[in-house]
């Protein structure tokens, strides 16, 4: 399922900084590092929640299989970001590599640990607990109350906000992915990205069309158009 690429015969020792968190009086805690394909599952569903991730490079998606077969994702984690923090002893969502991935692990427990004798680390995880709750009522919203055109919108927003570099949006999942992301089917989502070219909110690059050049974040930003 993994390779692991750490070449110490120990895990070696970093402080809680080096996984994205920062505090003074951070002990020295133990992190390793996965290489996953893509494709590949980092987790599943009603696993033992025992590691909590960072994504070093590439790109995870956080799904649940429906009783009729059908995908949601949940969640996109980028490089930098968090995930498997969960609040009970066992994961709620199946994660799988987009991309080919490299993730850093730290055990639960010894995170948990810190945190109890570390305000800034406790308070850094507090922070992240509050943003995934953020996120998970802001698909909520999306999910229920926004057209086809409006969801997909916002999405590329959202991606603008946490991948756009030099000035193009790099998106690292399908097509597929982004439907089962914003409870849409593929060809609504290909309408919609087709719509928002032709009235010149973004372009393309590459045959693939996964880099985007964001012509009109305002036009983007205010959109109110029925799909």
């Known amino acids: 399922m993994f390779v692991r690429i750490t070449t110490d015969p120990l895990p070696r020792a970093n402080s809680l900084h080096d996984f994205g968190m920062t505090s003074a009086s951070n002990p020295m805690v133990s992190l390793i590092e996965f290489a996953y394909k893509k494709g590949k599952e980092v987790y599943g569903e009603k696993e033992p929640a025992e590691y909590v991730y960072q994504v070093k490079s590439g790109a995870v998606r956080s799904h649940k299989l429906l009783s009729d077969g059908r995908r949601q994702i949940g969640a996109f984690h980028l490089a930098g970001d968090i995930f498997g923090l969960e609040n009970g002893d066992e994961h ?20 948990e640990m810190v945190a109890e004798s570390d305000a800034i680390v406790a308070r850094n995880l507090l922070s992240m607990t509050t943003t995934n709750l953020q996120h998970a009522e802001d ?14 919108a916002a999405f590329l927003l959202e991606m603008d906000k946490r991948l756009t570099a030099a000035g193009i949006l790099a998106l690292p999942m399908s097509r597929r992915d982004i439907a089962d992301y914003l409870g849409l089917t593929l060809e609504t989502v290909s309408r919609a990205l087709s719509r928002l070219h032709e009235v010149k ?27």
């Open 139 to 152: 698909h909520m919203l999306l999910l229920g109350r926004k057209t086809s055109l409006e969801r997909v």
């Open 201 to 227: 909110v973004l372009g393309f690059i590459g045959n693939t069309q996964r880099q985007i050049v964001l012509l009109d974040r305002q036009q983007l930003a205010n959109l109110d158009l029925q799909a």
């Open 92 to 111: 709620r969502f199946t994660a799988e590599a987009i991309v080919d991935t490299t993730v850093r692990l730290i055990r639960r427990q010894s995170l």
